[in-house]
């Protein structure tokens, strides 16, 4: 579920994609870069980790830290200035 919307788990690929996964960290990199912490975001694996990861994951914190040990649940790695620019336009347009 790489490059997946705001919901956090719809889009292609069997991986979701969800705090602070591609689609977030790209937002973050367009709204306000000097939050993004670049020279970690660009070297962070993906977690290639599902829905039934996830159900696990949104049960609490302490569920959430033993699946996403660093904190992260996506691909930010993957994450473009570009892709947000698009991404807050249409999440504007949308709420318009």
């Known amino acids: 579920m790489h490059g997946a919307g705001p919901a ?4 292609p690929g069997p991986y979701a994609d969800v705090h602070p996964g591609r689609w977030e960290t790209s937002v ?3 709204a306000h870069p000097e ?7 660009a ?3 993906p977690t290639d980790l599902g829905p039934a ?6 049960r609490g914190f ?7 040990p660093l904190g992260y ?13 698009r991404t807050h ?3 504007a347009e949308l709420a318009a």
């Open 8 to 11: 956090g788990a719809a889009g």
């Open 28 to 30: 973050m990199m367009y």
């Open 35 to 41: 939050l993004v912490r670049e020279e970690v975001r």
């Open 43 to 45: 070297g962070l694996a």
């Open 53 to 58: 990861e996830l159900a696990v994951w949104r």
């Open 62 to 68: 302490d569920d959430a830290r033993r699946t996403t």
């Open 73 to 85: 649940f996506g691909d930010p790695a993957a994450a473009g200035r570009a892709e947000g620019r």
């Open 89 to 91: 336009t249409v999440s």
